[in-house]
């Protein structure tokens, strides 16, 4: 008989004024990004809602950790916002696309990103000095891109298909073409990538050979999300649909033989993402390393796109930290939902209640 594995709702908290579109997690924190252009922080040591960063003016569409000390965030306004995640304050503020930023991915070694937007560009980012590295024209808009897990090469999804890059060459090394439109990817090892997409099935595909090595019926509606973690002799992938249901399967060592269930839930909810927060030692990864260190951006300098001189993030390192100075709650209530640092889900609450009695008097006064 396989093993059996149960789950059960340990905290639920309806904090969002609209549907969740992002979420990340460390080794303590889950964040959430929403169409209500907010960002939450849950505390899962302490069950808890932690607060809200309220820097964006879109929908947030990605949000990743680098270990326990930064976040980075994505969203529709064009701009890719680096996080201090003890403080919470807004270290940097990118005007990344002309667009929107649709996702991005940050290399294992926190030396650099890559992000894709609604511009058609795909986009390299010295993390070390907060700058713009490299611009890469696409012909298509892309909506994934995904380092692999030794940072070796990446993928970069445009609707159904697949371009597999490495990082020495920066050059396209396959394609890979799935029946229907990619909805996420992971990569299960360096070279195994799981592919789930608006269908009911999962596969896998070799990214040397190009070819699928097998594919499974997941769900009963297209898969939104899945995320892959391993313990103590087990590699798990959990998968969440939108048919509500959120499921967890074993993998095998053999990715030709497909997974076996260990169980599921039917959350009664339109799933649109997924995190899995594992209660385990704090990651070594805390910070970006020191400027100092060598950066694999140089090996791509010639070859991934043209540079972008003087795109640097902020001109002065030191201001480019937000403004602090605490404000009126009678105060604008639009400035006060762009102040960059954390704010507290109460004091967002009462903002949010006294522009509700403001737009009420002018009403009153113009009737």
């Not at 937000?322 to 604008?332: E, H, I, M, W, Y």
Request: hydrophobic share 35%; charged share 30%.
């Amino acid at each position: 008989m396989p093993e059996q594995w149960t789950l059960v709702a340990d905290f639920t908290h309806h904090a969002h004024t609209a549907s969740l579109s992002a979420v990340a997690v460390n080794s303590r924190f889950v964040v959430t990004g929403s169409k209500d252009e907010t960002i939450h922080i849950y505390d899962m040591k302490k069950k808890i809602e932690h607060g809200a960063l309220v820097h964006h003016s879109g929908t947030i569409t990605c949000l990743k950790f680098y270990g326990n000390r930064h976040l980075i965030s994505g969203a529709e306004d064009g701009l890719i916002c680096i996080w201090d995640a003890k403080k919470w304050e807004c270290l940097k503020s990118i005007k990344a696309h002309k667009g929107q930023v649709t996702f991005l991915s940050i290399h294992p070694s926190g030396k650099l990103a890559l992000s894709v937007g609604t511009d058609k560009t795909l986009r390299t980012w010295n993390l070390v000095e907060g700058r713009s590295a490299f611009i890469k024209n696409i012909k298509q808009n892309a909506h994934i891109v995904e380092w692999s897990p030794r940072g070796e090469q990446y993928v970069v999804i445009i609707q159904n298909k697949i371009d597999i890059y490495q990082l020495d060459t920066a050059s396209i090394s396959g394609t890979i073409t799935n029946e229907k439109r990619i909805s996420s990817v992971k990569f299960l090892s360096e070279s195994v990538l799981a592919v789930a997409g608006d269908e009911e099935v999962i596969r896998f595909f070799d990214c040397d050979s190009l070819v699928c090595l097998c594919e499974f019926k997941a769900h009963e509606n297209r898969v939104k999300d899945m995320f892959s973690f391993e313990i103590p002799e087990q590699h798990v992938i959990v998968t969440a649909s939108s048919d509500g249901f959120i499921k967890m399967w074993k993998l095998e060592q053999d990715k030709k033989v497909p997974p076996s269930l260990l169980c599921e839930v039917n959350t009664k909810a339109r799933l649109t993402c997924l995190g899995v927060w594992l209660d385990k030692v704090p990651d070594t990864k805390e910070s970006f390393p020191p400027a100092a260190e060598p950066s694999p951006v140089s090996k791509e300098q010639s070859k991934i796109g043209k540079k972008e001189p003087g795109d640097t993030v902020y001109k002065e390192e030191k201001q480019s930290k937000p403004n602090t100075k605490k404000r009126s709650l009678a105060g604008d209530s639009k400035k006060a939902t762009k102040e960059s640092g954390l704010v507290s889900t109460k004091k967002r609450k009462m903002v949010e209640m006294l522009e509700k009695k403001r737009k009420k008097k002018k009403i009153k006064i113009m009737q």
